[in-house]
């Protein structure tokens, strides 16, 4: 019985390694053609790069020449047109902040017009009250009015003034 366990585990742990190495080894091989697709990309990939850029033409036919003039072609064309849109984009962002800026602008004059309107009828209503201030003392209105009976403003007080030239000094 020792002897069939025995040989059941030897032939156990053989059929285990050659499994495991098998496995391992399609493992291997799996990526080896796998870096080798990837290599390939990688060198058309470049190679095309180079023939967009005008690079290692010489070696390309007529057809192949034809096809990397159409890829420019389209290329030019989207950037062209990105271009555009962008441009457009622009403009429209610049129209708006010129609108924006006339609108306060006229906000600003306004304001200034009202500012300059306020100060001025102050400076004018200071102006004229100290000019009508002027006049009516000039002309003693003060002292003649106090000075008046009847409608005078000294009237029904009992204040009754029968000089009107008599001038009362204030002050």
Known sequence: MHYIRSTIERYKKASDNTNTHSVQEINAAYYQQESAKLRQQIQTIQNSNRHLMGDS?????????????????????????????????????????????DNESVYLRTKQKWRGFNSTTIKMVSGTEMTAIEVLASRNYFAHSIMTTGSGSGAGHGCSYSDPDKKIHLG
């Open 57 to 101: 033409l010489s070696a390309l036919s007529v057809k192949e020449l034809k096809q990397v003039e159409n890829r420019l072609e389209k290329a030019i064309s989207r950037i062209r047109s990105k271009n555009h849109e962008l441009l457009l984009a622009e403009i429209e962002n610049l129209q708006k902040r010129e609108i924006e800026l």
